[in-house]
T-cell receptor, first 113, second 114 residues
Framework: AQSVTQPDIHITVSEGASLELRCNYSYGATPYLFWYVQSPGQGLQLLLKYFSGDTLVQGIKGFEAEFKRSQSSFNLRKPSVHWSDAAEYFCAVASGGSYIPTFGRGTSLIVHP | NAGVTQTPKFQVLKTGQSMTLQCAQDMNHNSMYWYRQDPGMGLRLIYYSASEGTTDKGEVPNGYNVSRLNKREFSLRLESAAPSQTSVYFC?????????????FGEGSWLTVV
């Protein structure tokens, strides 16, 4: 069965600092990978997704993620964080066994001024 | 663009009461989903409907029923609410059932069962 792990429950960064949120998946073949963001009191919004091809994927709001098959990872990055990036971030994986993504438990991003 | 609309946004129920969460999407999507979100648990799929006329159980279906009323609407019913069903519920939709399709979420319904 597909699964995804987000090892960090909370991440705190200063505004302007770089950011990396970790995501590891469990699935044998190449999975379909997603990052979603949830602002307080809101639903989830897709930041980016990876299916195949270039392993570095660009998303909205200046985010990018890199698929590393050897590490079973799909980490989310942003070079300079803004206070408005404070939110909950979810990694998700879908595979041949189930097209419906399985979500990780989320990482809460706190941004200090 | 309304996207996915859920009602009500907030609800307090007493144990044993029933209620229905309503969801409608205006994107002409074929697939619709109900998730619940609990602290530290991420999102867990309750039920989904791959297309109009079909529904299937997800990871945590116990205590819930669903109805795909038409292509636009997908409701979630709690027949006899329990405190364990206190959660935030999200309705979502995607264009078709298939790998890689983006899932679009509603803004959530906060349900408290006392």
């Amino acid at each position: 069965a597909q699964s995804v792990t987000q090892p960090d429950i909370h991440i705190t960064v200063s505004e302007g600092a770089s950011l990396e949120l970790r995501c590891n998946y469990s699935y044998g073949a190449t999975p379909y990978l997603f990052w979603y963001v949830q602002s307080p009191g809101q639903g989830l919004q897709l930041l980016l997704k990876y299916f195949s091809g270039d392993t570095l994927v660009q998303g909205i709001k200046g985010f990018e993620a890199e698929f590393k098959r050897s590490q079973s990872s799909f980490n989310l990055r942003k070079p300079s964080v803004h206070w408005s990036d404070a939110a909950e971030y979810f990694c998700a994986v879908a595979s041949g066994g189930s097209y419906i993504p399985t979500f990780g438990r989320g990482t809460s991003l706190i941004v200090h001024p | 663009n309304a996207g996915v609309t859920q009602t009500p946004k907030f609800q307090v129920l007493k144990t044993g009461q029933s209620m229905t969460l309503q969801c409608a999407q205006d994107m002409n999507h074929n697939s619709m989903y109900w998730y619940r979100q609990d602290p530290g648990m991420g999102l867990r799929l309750i039920y989904y409907s791959a297309s109009e006329g079909t529904t299937d159980k997800g990871e945590v279906p116990n205590g819930y029923n669903v109805s795909r009323l038409n292509k636009r609407e997908f409701s979630l019913r709690l027949e006899s609410a329990a405190p364990s069903q206190t959660s935030v519920y999200f309705c979502a939709s995607s264009e078709v059932p298939g790998l890689g399709n983006t899932i679009y979420f509603g803004e959530g319904s906060w349900l408290t069962v006392v």
